[in-house]
């Protein structure tokens, strides 16, 4: 018999959780206004409906405003280091592939001091549901420009403005193939609750980005797409790409393989491009992720990507299980007496 | 068997050297082997470049593999060789310095071609030049021997006939010390099951070597070394890689705790991620990660998750872990951390060895942030320090640093192999928390994390899929109790006597300090930690045996120290303390004790040899009779 840790699934009462459940006791000490209190209160309202007994929830975060999200949550929490969120989570989920693993980090966390663990992460396909809060900005150390941040943004430590290229997160998080890509904005709220459920139930890495208002350093960032819903280009799977305030663009394929936006009038919507979320190659979602490189105009919300793919903990298991079966269980003393031996 | 004459010998050292891609570490592995197996005492010091293939034929590229083995028990790879096998130019240029005059050559004379003598920096032939006067040498054409030997192997090309030298080379000296040839056909013959016309061709080229020494008139006798009165029981060889492995899986299977290594490739701990991904029927997982972060957080969140967590890796791997270790102190979970030392500053030697990370295991991190350090002495041992490092950190949640080196890591040595009923339980010190106040904390307000055990100061175990125990961990500084966030200065002070205490605590469960006493009247004391303890008690024994009177303490436990280390340091006049760094353990002693210990300091990347520790020690017990202060610097 393997040493076990758990019996798979949690002996924890099967009663249904309410969403006072999952509050904890702890005062929330975000800034009045902040976007995050929106995002946790959507957090806090999904969570029962997974059907995941509570003791079996483990919030991993780094180091942020965002990563104080755990504990305010009462399920397990793990409020760790700068970036290191992704990489203490992958421990995590492998050691115990049961257990439901969310990683709440930031712009500056995931995508720059933790970068690396991140891209990983998706790589592996670990069993991790990312939720990371754009807001363009260091909030915690009081506003310096971020790896999200657009050219020419004035901070602290930016005084003439900056010169580096942001990333766009869902393109990056395509880029590693990540098997769940996803964008919402936090006052959103039944599309977020959506997206955060699915997000949950995917089995790998599911990567939202979370369009987060920061009204203390970077008020309004966010105001081309977040509530203003004409500029929402929300993508649902088998529909026609359609956005405006009447519908009236939408978005298409053009004649040198680019993707255009175009006058549903003009081009009927037979021409329009129908999102397909469950294509193997990621290609088409990558071209939608890059309609809008900052979301000042209109900009693609919603699933851009989900495929299935093995997920690294139940392969990691599966390897053990296998060697179980070739070899038996290990026997200690045979493994230290080894074959070449003499006796004394 | 031979038919010559052959003369028994109580010890000998041998070194096989050659070009890296001459295949010396694994004819000396071989040869290695054989000799444990016939019950001799070994010690092993392979000494490789960091680059995988140098230059063919240059100084940069050589490589070479010692070993030591006799009819009793012995502490070192030995300081001078008696035999030298070198297989080019290079070979003989680095290794000669180290042979006093006497002892026996074996040149592969193919390979000293003008072209060669030049690459190794010979403006003549050492071979005419004098500079092997006094030396045995014996000039065996190995090359070409072997092609002739693989003559029938028309498959095989001249390059790779060539390859099988290194199996001429084991045969001669298989001849030469009488040791058994069938376990080094079987095992060839295993070693390339899949090609057995390969093994055939290495077995055939290793059968031409040891005809070669029984037929050439040059060798005119062989020799014997009986095998060494070593305490009853069952033996194998053991490197210090393989050793500090197997007491993960044993601690593993002695805590009922399934196994988590977090590791990333760095020399010279590769081995042990090597090792352990082997063991998956154990259910060992191995997690290589994308970078030595990754692959201790990923250990840290194995390890709050209730696997008995490990990371691997040398000092520079340390330095980028440094800040999860950290989180490991503040959150108080199991945690070991493996560090194989190896030459630094940064990125150092490193393929050599050195003892140079102490200071970085007790100190290097940002705040009061202690963590437990033991060391092994020995290859074998590191299956006993990976054990007792577990017992630490499960007893105490706390992360524990174990220290080996490149010395331990690669040296081989006989090893008894334990008996697993004898293994310590390690079930005791897990106990998952299972509901709040089951461990005796109290739980007015339901579970609370910080709580402590009053005996060992460890906080509940408290681990994800619990009901009713969810709870928050962070490096933010916590309540005492209750784990909430806290910025109150009391309790920060609180908190951090409280994470110094428990450590502390572990003084009072580990063994005193015993010493090595020949001689009650002994005024000196030798103390030292680590990989140099073969060469230390080799030197004590040879300072003993010239009639000096010196005692000997070897430390296991760097962090906390034995409870009587104080008392035991104050007893002497003097203390030496030998290390392959500049004094680190000394400063820590003196700082500690007030003792006005001495170091015997050098940074060579190499182990000490007995000689100049023998004079060290001879210097101090001058010193302690009134005979002069040793003119060595005290560094």
């Known amino acids: 018999m393997l040493p076990q840790v758990g019996d798979g699934a949690s002996n924890g009462d099967a009663r249904e959780l309410t969403k006072k459940d999952v509050t904890s006791d702890q005062e929330v000490r975000w800034c009045p206004g902040c976007g995050d209190y929106a995002i946790l209160a959507n957090v806090q309202s999904v969570l029962p409906k997974l059907g995941v007994p509570r003791e079996n929830f483990v919030f991993v975060s780094g180091i942020g405003c965002a990563a104080r999200f755990p504990y305010y949550v009462e399920t397990y929490g793990f409020h760790s280091i700068h970036g290191r969120a992704p990489a203490i989570a992958t421990g995590i989920s492998t050691a115990r592939p049961e257990l439901s693993v969310f990683v709440v980090t930031g712009d500056g966390d995931a995508l720059s001091i933790g970068g690396n663990h991140l891209l990983h992460a998706m790589r592996r396909n ?128 053009g004649a040198n393989g680019e993707l255009e936006v175009v006058d549903v009038a003009e081009v009927g919507e037979e021409a329009l491009l129908v999102h397909d979320a469950h294509r193997d190659d990621p ?62 | 068997m031979t038919t010559k004459p052959v003369e028994r010998v109580d010890t000998v050292t041998v070194r096989f050297a050659g070009d890296s891609g001459d295949g010396m570490q694994l004819a000396g592995t071989r040869f290695t082997s054989v000799t444990t197996a016939l019950g001799n005492d070994v010690a092993t010091l392979p ?40 297989m080019n130019p290079a070979a003989l240029k680095t290794n000669l310095g180290d042979l006093e005059r006497g002892a026996t050559l074996v040149l592969n004379t193919d390979a000293f071609t003008p072209q060669n003598l030049r690459k190794a920096r010979y403006e003549s032939d050492p071979r005419e030049d ?65 090609q057995p016309r390969v093994a055939e061709a290495n077995i055939a080229a290793f059968d031409a070597g040891w005809a070669y020494g029984e037929t050439t008139e040059a060798f005119d006798h062989a020799y014997e070394v009986a095998a060494a009165e070593l305490p009853p029981g069952t033996y194998r060889q053991i490197t210090g890689n393989l050793a500090i492995s197997y007491g993960l899986v044993a601690a593993s299977q002695q805590a009922g705790l399934p196994l988590f290594l977090g590791g990333y490739p760095i020399t010279p701990a590769s081995d042990v991620l090597h090792e352990l991904s082997k063991h998956k029927n154990f259910g060992v997982r191995t997690f290589q990660g994308e970078d030595e972060i990754a692959s201790v957080g990923a250990a840290l969140g194995a390890a709050f998750s209730g696997h008995l967590a490990a990371t691997v890796t040398s000092g520079p791997g340390v330095a980028l872990k440094t800040e999860t270790i950290g989180l490991a102190v503040a959150v108080e979970l199991p945690l070991l951390v493996l560090n194989i030392q190896r030459g630094g500053p940064s990125t150092g030697l490193p393929t050599k060895t050195e003892q140079a990370d102490l200071l970085q295991a007790l100190h290097g991190r940002n705040g009061e942030s202690p ?18 490092g577990a017992r630490m950190a499960l007893t105490y949640r706390t992360p524990v640093f174990v220290l080996s080196d490149g010395y331990l890591a690669n040296g081989a040595e006989p090893w008894r192999v334990p008996d697993v009923a004898a293994l310590p339980d390690l079930r005791g010190a897990v106990r998952f928390a299972v509901a709040a106040g089951a461990n005796g904390e109290n739980a007015e307000h339901g579970f609370a994390p910080f709580d402590r055990d009053p005996d060992t100061l460890a906080r509940p ?74 060469p230390i008690a080799a030197a004590v024994r040879a300072c003993r045996a010239e009639g000096l009177a010196v005692d ?59 000689g100049e520790l023998r004079d060290a020690i001879a210097d101090e017990v001058a010193a302690a009779e009134g005979r002069g202060e040793p003119e060595r610097s005290l560094s």
């Open chain 1, 283 to 344: 290609g088409l979602a990558f071209m939608l992720s890059r309609l809008a490189h900052t979301p000042h105009g209109p900009t693609p919300i919603g699933l851009f990507r989900q495929t299935e793919r093995p997920v690294y903990g139940d392969e990691v298991a599966a390897q053990l299980d296998d060697a179980v079966a070739r070899k038996g269980p290990g026997d200690l003393q045979a493994l230290l007496r080894g074959r070449d031996t003499w006796t004394v």
């Open chain 2, 47 to 86: 000494d490789f470049p960091a680059e995988i293939r140098a230059p063919a034929g240059s100084l940069p590229g050589v490589s070479g593999f010692q070993l030591h083995f006799a009819d009793h028990d012995i502490l070192t790879p030995g300081d001078s060789p008696d035999v030298l096998v070198a």
């Open chain 2, 130 to 194: 004098g500079t092997l006067d006094g030396f045995k040498v014996h000039e065996v054409s190995i090359t070409t021997l072997t092609i002739g030997a693989l003559e029938g192997y028309a498959e095989l090309g001249k390059k790779e006939k060539q390859r099988a030298k290194n199996m001429f080379a084991l045969g001669l000296m298989s001849w030469m010390f009488s040791r058994p040839t069938e376990p080094t056909r079987e095992w060839l013959r295993e070693k390339f099951g899949e």
């Open chain 2, 371 to 388: 963590v437990p350090v033991i060391a092994a002495s020995t290859p074998g041992d590191c299956f006993d320090v990976a054990i007792e």
């Open chain 2, 552 to 610: 000997q303490l070897h430390l296991r436990h760097l962090n906390p120290f034995p409870p009587n280390l104080g008392e035991v340091l104050r007893r002497y006049e003097r203390v030496l303390v030998p290390e392959m760094n500049m004094g680190q353990l000394r400063s820590l002693l003196r700082a500690r004790f007030l003792v006005d210990a001495r170091g015997y300091n050098r940074v060579a990347g190499l182990p000490f040899g007995t």
């Open chain 1, 126 to 253: 670990v069993d991790l549901t990312v939720l990371m809060f754009n807001n363009q900005i260091y909030g915690l150390t009081k506003g310096q420009y971020s790896p999200t941040s657009e050219v020419g943004k004035v901070t602290k430590s930016t005084p003439v403005g900056s010169l580096d290229h942001p990333y766009n997160p869902v393109s990056l998080a395509l880029g590693a193939e990540a098997t769940f890509v996803a964008r919402s904005v936090d006052n959103e709220r039944q599309h977020l609750a959506d997206l955060i459920e699915r997000a949950a139930q995917h089995r790998g890495t599911s990567f939202i980005e979370i369009y987060q208002n920061c009204n203390i350093f970077n008020d309004g960032a966010f105001d081309g797409v977040r509530g203003n819903k004409p500029n929402q280009i929300r993508l649902e799977h088998g529909t026609p790409i359609r956005f405006g305030a009447e519908g009236e663009h939408g978005v298409a394929m």
């Open chain 2, 461 to 534: 175990w408290a681990i994800p899929g619990t009901p009713g125990l969810e709870h928050r961990i962070g490096g933010l500084e916590k309540a005492d109790g209750s784990g909430d966030i806290s910025y109150d200065p009391d309790n920060h002070h609180r908190m951090t006597e409280l994470r110094q205490a428990k450590v502390d605590r572990i003084a009072g469960d580990i063994p005193a300090a015993e010493v090595d006493r020949a001689d009650p009247g002994a005024r000196v004391l030798v103390v030292g930690w680590g990989s140099s303890y073969g």
